[in-house]
């Protein structure tokens, strides 16, 4: 069955380094997404990303964050500068039209900004 | 703004016996989906229902039911024959059908649910 994937499943970095997170989304899926999860708190919404563009974000989303579909099958979400309080477990989604409402998850990168 | 509750912190069953998490969630929309994720401690979001709200039946799968309540806003997720397997975090999460608000998750805070052998 197709999955998402994503990599790294955990990364660690120092504060004001940049990082990258990657997503493999399903093949024949058009619409993905980002959502974090800090430790203990719900799972908040980041950005939407349809034809290569934005299609909606969060007040989370600010210009530290930005993403990116590089080539026809990975979906990246960069943090510029990273914050301790940007620590969370990142999951990407992905789905296949936006009228089909399920999107289905990755299994997380945890990242850890010390 | 849509909001999802999840008014249930914690939850417990013994194995083989039923439960039932509750979610209660606001919106001014008349179409829209509504979904349970199963979280376990790898952290992976794992899809165990959905439900169109349009729907009137309640929709299942296996073991998993949910009762949906439109006018009262209300869609709880049980559980029979619960498994050890089952343990979780379980999050009941919102999307509107509406291109207005967007395709967007909104989840509620979550309920852990302990099986007890």
């Known amino acids: 069955e197709p999955e998402v994937t994503q990599t790294p499943s955990h990364q660690v970095t120092q504060m004001g380094q940049e990082v990258i997170l990657r997503c493999v989304p399903i093949?024949?899926?058009?619409?993905f997404y980002w959502y974090r999860q800090i430790l203990g708190q719900k799972v908040e919404f980041l950005v939407s990303?349809?034809?290569?563009?934005?299609?909606?974000k969060s007040e989370i989303f600010d210009d530290q964050f930005s993403v990116e579909r590089p080539d026809g099958s990975n979906f990246t979400l960069k943090i510029r500068s990273t914050k301790l309080e940007d620590s969370a477990m990142y999951f990407c989604?992905?789905?296949?039209?936006?009228?089909?409402?399920?999107?289905?998850f990755g299994p997380g990168t945890r990242l850890l900004v010390l | 703004a849509q909001t999802v509750t999840q008014s249930q912190p914690e939850m417990s069953v013994q194995e083989a016996e039923t439960v039932t998490l509750s979610c209660t969630y606001d919106?001014?929309?008349?179409?829209?989906?509504l979904f349970w994720y199963k979280q376990p401690p790898s952290r992976q979001m794992i899809l165990v229902i959905r439900?169109?709200?349009?729907?009137?039946q309640n929709a299942t799968e296996n073991r998993f039911s949910v009762n949906f309540q439109k006018a009262a806003k209300s869609f709880s997720l049980k559980i029979s024959d619960s498994q050890l397997g089952d343990a979780a975090m379980y999050f009941c999460?919102?999307?509107?059908?509406?291109?207005?608000?967007?395709?967007?998750?909104?989840f509620g805070a979550g309920t852990i649910l302990r099986v007890k052998s």
């Open positions: 989604a992905s789905s296949e039209t936006r009228s089909q409402e399920t999107q289905y």
């Open positions: 093949s024949n899926h058009l619409y």
């Open positions: 990303f349809y034809n290569n563009e934005i299609s909606e």
């Open positions: 919106t001014s929309e008349s179409d829209y989906y």
């Open positions: 439900q169109e709200a349009y729907k009137q």
């Open positions: 999460a919102y999307r509107s059908a509406t291109m207005e608000y967007g395709n967007k998750l909104v």
